[in-house]
Every structure is written in C-alpha cells, then in structure tokens.
C-alpha cells in the first residue's frame, strides 16, 4: 500500500522560511513523478513545484523563493520555501504518480490522475 505522509506546515511571518516533508511508503520516485499542490480557500489548487524523471518545475508564482529535493533514498521529497509571502498561505499537499513524462506535466494534472495524495499540512503566512 502506497502512503504519502506531508508534514512541516505552520505559521510563519512575512520573509521567513518553512521546510515541507512528503514520506513516501511503498514507492519511490525512481518511475514516478510527485510534487507539491497547494490550494487556497476559494482558489483553485495549484502545481506548486514537481519533480520527475530528473527534472523539475517550479510555478512561476515561487520561482526563486522555493526549491524542491529528495533524498538519497528518493523515498522523501522536501520544499524548502523561503521568502514566504501571505500569498503562499495555502494547504500543501504532496501527490504521485506513476507516469514517465516532464515534471510541469506532473505539476498540470488535474487532481484525479494523481494517483496518491498525502494529507495536508497548513502553511499560513502572516503580514
């Protein structure tokens, strides 16, 4: 069984810097792609940053500020997130799936070809 275990949200200010954890059990990213989502309440959900098949993509809103990695073992991917905007408030959650393509394919799938999702983690940023 495949689970996806998010953690590292909280309330930050303006400027500072959160570190996001996405587990993964029963799979690595060895053939898959996961990334970040995240969604606002009233927004729509957002590809926020993804890897797959080597390469990565970032959405344009956090281009500079956020950076995506995994660990030696590609069971783990985190996102460092820097400069944190109230805008970046969001639930964020990680999502794989077993797809060989690019990873802004993987960060533009709507939310049913994803075939794992882990749990949210709450990201707020305060002004």
């Known amino acids: 069984e495949v689970q996806l275990q998010a953690s590292g949200g909280g309330l930050v200010q303006v400027g500072g810097s959160l570190r996001l954890s996405c587990a993964a059990s029963?799979?690595?990213?060895?053939?898959?792609?996961i990334g970040w989502f995240r969604q606002a309440p009233g927004k729509e959900r957002e590809g926020v940053s993804c890897?797959?098949?080597?390469?990565?993509y970032y959405a344009h809103s956090v281009k500079g500020r956020f950076t995506i990695s995994s660990d030696n073992a590609r069971t783990t991917i985190y996102l460092q997130m820097n400069n944190l905007k109230p805008e970046d408030t969001a639930v964020y959650y990680c999502?794989?799936?077993?797809?060989?393509?690019?990873?802004?394919?993987?960060?533009?799938?709507?939310?049913?070809?994803?075939?794992?999702w882990g749990q949210g983690t709450q990201v707020t940023v305060s002004s």
């Open positions: 890897i797959s098949n080597g390469n990565t």
């Open positions: 999502a794989a799936v077993t797809a060989w393509t690019t990873a802004q394919v993987i960060c533009d799938m709507p939310s049913y070809e994803l075939e794992w």
């Open positions: 029963g799979l690595t990213f060895d053939d898959n792609g």
